[in-house]
């Protein structure tokens, strides 16, 4: 049994892992491999859960980060349903003919039963085919062969050349609250925080509403952010920005930290529930002659804005 856990090709000890759920702190567990891995929370947080369901051993030697989450959860619903010998069936076929008629139909009504239930919780019935359209990309054929790239990676502008299924890691601007970090992390996080050299950032003049980072959002979801404010009831919120100098022939850029505020629960959440395809800061942009900002990743470092999440956060 391995002492460490493969994500993205990063080593990571089980023992901090497991010490973290015991004081159950998994937002801090999922943060750690997130932020130490350079995967988006959705991957930590399922890896985070093999922990619980004491699955982990398992995938000793795959990198987790390449494992197919979904058929993880498939398979462990289903695979204890062992089938019915063949040769007892044949032996006891004129005693319990009709016995193994209704057998068989209490078997076939639990795997409806447990498809819907994995459907509806697990993969969730929006994202049906968002999951279809990945796995066709991973099985479809293709003369090279390779596997479809995690999302967070692939919307970062990585490219693959031809026999490999990964590419180089990218620089990850996403700030990081160093409050939940465990305490051997915490320091290099706080050192690549004093390189950043936040002091010499230029306040924005200029920035966007929360109705314009939202409306940029959603373009850069392709709509998929609609569905979690109408949904899940939930809006952008935007922090403080600061002037990006890569403007690329815009009229402004700034970066700026956003956040997911529950208009039912009048608090901030950490991500939409299903599947997390936001980051916490993005570049926004007006480009020149227009009056429309718009989004993308974000390409320069910014310190963490906790006063944003203090601001909404919700009162007792």
Known sequence: MNKTILVNKIEIDKEIIIDLIKQDNYDGAIKLIANRANVKLKTARDIVQMFEEGDIDLFDGKDLFLVDYDEVSLSNSTVRQEPVPSSFLEVEKDKSKGAGSKKGLIIGLAVLVIGFVFLRYVVGFNHIGHHLSELAQVFGKNDEGTAALDADTAARGSSLEPGVTRVAD???????????????????????????????????????????????????????????????????????????????????????????????????????NGENFLDNAYDFYLPEGGDTWEAKSLSMHIPYDYALFKKYEGKD
């Open 170 to 272: 990218v620089e990850d601007f996403r700030p990081v609250d160093t409050n939940l970090l465990a305490p051997e992390f915490k320091s290099a996080e706080i050192a690549k925080i004093k390189n950043a050299q936040f002091d010499k950032l230029i306040p924005a003049k200029k920035s966007p509403t929360d109705e314009d980072a939202q409306l940029a959002l959603i373009y850069l979801t392709n709509r998929r952010l609609t569905d979690v404010i109408i949904e899940q009831k939930l809006n952008i919120k935007i922090g403080k920005c600061y002037e990006n100098p890569k403007k690329e022939g815009n009229q402004h850029c700034v970066s700026c930290m956003i956040l997911l505020y529950n208009r039912e629960k009048k608090t901030w959440q950490e991500a939409p």
